[in-house]
């Protein structure tokens, strides 16, 4: 029996986690395991969480505009970590320019304000069974 | 098996993905299983047990950072429940101990209970022996919030830690019958709190009822968070396997277990074993319908079914 797990992480130092708390309802809702571990994480321990945890996805959620400096390390060091298999997926406020160049950078999904949670569980399930 | 090879080796991505084959029931998990069991055993397994907000995940941080200190290498399994009608699972346990994430002596892996009623979930026994041969010194395996009759953690931990805190008066209460007796160490967590000395009082008054153990299972007081009594609680669990190691007891308590747990195992395969055949003939659904007309009974269809004619 099979189960998708998936990681929500707060990276950097914004501490407005509601958004993070109602999407990892809303995966816990739609039968996956949801593994959150709270604000202020570093890159480091988002990758290691991931391996450890065997996650299928790592949701980063970021609102305090340094996406573009913290999304790049998780994305880099999970290659370094032979993980580039894990699906990346982004929520927060995100400029379209920052969207594509995140894409472009091996990050699955962007999700910005006024995204509904099924679209988000959705994606996850469509690229991880995939 | 490559990835039991890798495992043994410390390739912490080949244990990750092996907990992942065990916890799912996959078929190449029984190998794997096999494989590693004869490298299992050198651990030492702390259960944590108690009720929700107790501070469960911040006693098992402080004591990994305590093992960590003394040179130990630890891996924790924490289990939280998986929702009955989804099957989904919000774990948290984590929150409390990513100061540990990066250590690379420590392993973390939380667990959804999966429908398994009892506090771990099914397959928790089986994680235990992975990380055991991952070459882990300290296994702490947290159990769901808990309340009466979970108990579970009995058959798969050498120590049991009861964890409760003041102002809990009717919990405590509640716990006197099944939870006060698996309890090898009991602590009063959050004993900054008003009430402790009744916590604790009430706790050591009970214990001193049960007069025919060996072992006088001590009440330890800490306030997990701050860091404070977490080397008495450790004095407490290195006092137990002291004691369990002396009595000859430690050979004992894992006799009983593997005997608890291949009796587990047995039950599994024959229950597996005769509704297979059952129901390539329909004969476990027509016994059901037998049943509900009053035609036949249970204990006469399970005899039907394991010895058909």
């Known amino acids: 029996m099979r189960k998708i797990r998936v990681l929500v992480a707060k990276p950097g130092l914004d501490g407005h986690d509601r958004g993070a708390k109602v999407v990892a309802r809303a995966l816990r809702d739609a039968g996956m395991e949801v593994i959150y571990t709270g604000l202020r994480q570093t890159a480091e321990q988002i990758v290691e969480t991931a391996l450890q945890e065997d996650v299928d996805c790592v949701g980063l959620s970021i609102l305090s505009g340094a996406h573009m400096t913290l999304v790049p390390k998780v994305v880099e060091l999970l290659k370094r970590n032979q993980a580039g298999d894990i699906l990346v997926a982004v929520g927060g406020i995100i400029p379209d320019e920052d969207a594509a160049t995140l894409r472009r950078m091996g990050v699955g999904g962007v999700f910005g304000p006024g995204t509904s949670t099924q679209e988000i569980v959705t994606f996850i399930q469509s690229h991880v069974s995939a | ?309």
């Open chain 2, 1 to 309: 098996m490559e990835l039991v090879d890798r495992l043994l080796a410390g390739d912490r991505r080949a244990c990750a993905r092996l907990i992942t084959l065990v916890e799912n029931e996959a078929p190449e998990a029984k190998q794997a299983l096999r494989e590693v069991y004869p490298y299992t055993g050198n651990a030492h397994v702390i259960g944590v047990t108690g009720p929700p907000g107790a501070g469960k995940s911040s006693l098992v941080d402080k004591l990994t950072q305590y093992y960590r200190e003394q040179g130990e290498t630890v891996g924790v399994i924490a289990v939280d429940p998986s929702s009955p009608f989804t099957g989904g699972a919000l774990l948290g346990d984590r929150i409390r101990m990513q100061e540990r994430a990066t250590d690379p002596g420590v392993f973390i892996r939380s667990m959804g209970t999966r429908g398994h009623m009892g506090g771990l979930a099914l397959t928790t026994k089986d994680v235990i022996k992975i990380l055991d041969a991952f070459g882990k010194d300290i296994i702490l395996v947290e159990t769901v919030g808990t309340g009466q009759d979970e108990i579970d953690i009995i058959k798969a931990a050498d120590t049991v830690l009861v964890v409760t805190m003041p102002s809990l008066g009717d919990d405590i209460q509640a716990i006197k019958a099944g939870i006060l007796e698996i309890g090898d160490i009991f602590v009063v967590n959050k004993a900054d709190l008003d009430y402790v000395d009744k916590a604790v009082m009430e706790l050591e008054m009970m214990l001193d009822f049960n007069s025919d153990k060996g072992w006088r299972p001590p009440v330890v007081r800490t306030v997990a968070n701050m860091g404070v009594g977490i080397e008495e609680l450790a004095e407490a669990i290195q006092a137990h396997i002291g004691y369990l190691r002396k009595e000859g007891l430690f050979e004992e308590k894992r006799r009983l277990k593997i005997e608890m747990e291949l009796l587990e195992v047995l039950n599994q395969l024959i229950v597996k074993e005769v509704l297979e055949k059952a129901k390539k003939t329909n004969e476990f659904d027509n016994l059901v319908d037998l049943i509900l007309e009053r035609e036949t009974d249970c204990y006469t269809a399970a005899e039907k079914l394991l010895n058909p004619k």
